[in-house]
């Protein structure tokens, strides 16, 4: 990919990001997730957007799930908006995510059921963590919406694409 480190390396729970320069003088960031089913979608989610309401992606290895992205601001939105003008801010960034679903990602209403019945494997694994009432409420939500939805590119909390569809 042609880089060289520009800051100290940061992780989290999918994998690692490293600060690079790319081309030498353009600031980037380059990507590596950890080899897991549900990390293989995202460059393709990435490609979809082109850069609108997510970072551009520069390229991409899927083999060793390494992606080379345009390298963000780390300031939060909460850090630098208030009350309504962060709803219209997260509405409108949204509203760049809602793209027709490229063929290929895996589709909502498939997955619904495996997170149905994490719900109810959580529950019984974290007895009283949640009202019963709750995880009830949470298992219908998920089994009565996953199957109405259009066929549009969505970002899971988190992270991971996913596209809708009825």
Request: glycine share 8%; aromatic share 4%.
């Amino acid at each position: 990919m042609g880089c060289t480190a520009d800051g100290a390396l940061l992780y989290g729970c999918v994998g690692i990001v490293i600060p690079v320069l790319r081309k030498t003088t353009e600031p980037a960031v380059l990507k590596m997730s950890f080899p897991r089913p549900e990390n293989r979608f995202e460059p393709d989610a990435l490609s979809a957007w082109g850069g609108r309401g997510a970072v551009l992606l520069h390229e991409r290895d899927d083999d060793r799930f390494a992606m080379l992205l345009e390298r963000a601001h780390s300031t939060m939105l909460v850090q630098a908006a208030e009350g309504d003008e962060v709803a219209a801010i997260a509405g409108n960034v949204s509203r760049r995510f809602a793209i027709p679903a490229p063929a290929g990602l895996p589709r909502l209403q498939d997955r619904a059921a495996g997170w149905e019945e994490q719900l109810r494997r959580d529950a019984r694994k974290f007895p009283g963590a949640l009202p019963s009432r709750t995880v009830q409420a949470a298992t219908a939500t998920v089994r009565e919406l996953a199957h109405h939805q259009p066929d549009t590119l969505a970002r899971q909390a988190s992270a991971r694409p996913l596209a809708r569809t009825a």
